[in-house]
Every structure is written in C-alpha cells, then in structure tokens.
C-alpha cells in the first residue's frame, strides 16, 4: 500500500526547557497528523520554532528579552516561515521509500505536489536525496533520487489516486495544526493565537477556526 505522510525533520535540542518536549533522535523525522502526543506537538512547535529563529531583516516589533519571547520572535515576526521536511511517499508492506524529502526542502512547499498534477508536471524535493515527482500522461512518476544511482526506486500512480494521497497528507497537516492549536493554549496561553497563526503560514494551510 503506498503512504503519503506529511514529516518534519528534527533536530536535537536536549536543553530545550520551555516547554514538555518528546525524545527523538537528531535529524530523524517525526510524522504530523492528528494523533500526537502533547510531547510530539511540543516537539513539533519547538522544531518548526528554531528552523525560524533568527533576527528578522526587517524589525516590526522589539524583540523581547526573555527567553520564551526571544525563542518564539522569529516564528512571529518573520514574513515568510521554513519548515523542514515535506510529504514522503513510502510502500507500507515493503518500507521502500519513492520519495524523501531532502536538505532545504520544506513543508511550506507542499502545494508543490499540486503543480504535479495540475500545473507544470514535474517538482523536485531537495536533494540527498533528489526525490522527484513528474506528471507523465495519466500517470505520476515518483523516483527517489533522480540525480543518484541508475537502481534508484522508481514508481508509477494514476494521476487520480496521488491527487487522493495528497488530499490525504494535506488533511493530516491540518489535523496537526488544530491539535497544535489547543496544545498551545494549554502550554502557550499568552502566545496561542500568534503561534497556532504562525504555525498555519509555516505549513501553507488556512488557519483553524
């Protein structure tokens, strides 16, 4: 059965104390979807928080001084948010991967996958590896790195069934966004409509009501 999933890469933070966090290894990936545990959002918000946290070019507000609001400033402030990761597409029953998202690729870019089927035909997903996704006839060809070995895993889906894998992938993206929605207004009160705001720009979905 072939899986889309929405993923967002993870770093480690081991002296992160702002707020309850899970245990996960550097550089792995943690699936977004509706199902989370309060660490795993907490997780989630602190990664989606620190690939934004730097100085903004151009200041709107003074950047507070303490180390919540100092943490929180770019993911607020920043016009145009990162979020490392994107939508993998594996086999469940073999665990063969067809698409990984790679360096610099983000969630943030996820409409990608409709220029796929609706626009231009072809997106390509960062590199090491190169995933690449490219409309052929009725078909959608998924390699996992394009640019890499000439045996490197290569499928092909009708058109109309990757169109029901990425209105699946975006639906878990917006299941996450509202579980991360009420998480922040247990965790982050004073916060909770700017993060969850800020969160929505950051994975390109409209935000919760």
Known sequence: MIVMQPVLEISTAADFTLWPVGEHGSYG??????????????????????????????????????PLGTFLHGLLTMPDLFTAGGFRVTDSATGIVFVDPGCCNGLETWRDWLEVLDGTGCSSFGHDPSSMAERVGTMVRLTFDAYGTDHSPVIELPVDQARRLVAGAQQ????????????????????AADVTAALARALDLAPTQ
């Open 29 to 66: 990936y943690l699936v977004l979807n509706g199902e989370l545990t309060p660490e795993e959002v907490g997780t989630a918000v602190r990664q989606i928080a620190a690939c934004n946290d730097f100085e903004p070019e151009e200041e709107h507000r003074p950047c507070p001084t303490d």
């Open 172 to 191: 878990d993206l917006q299941a996450f966004l509202a579980l991360a929605g009420n998480w922040a207004e247990q965790h982050l009160p004073a916060h």
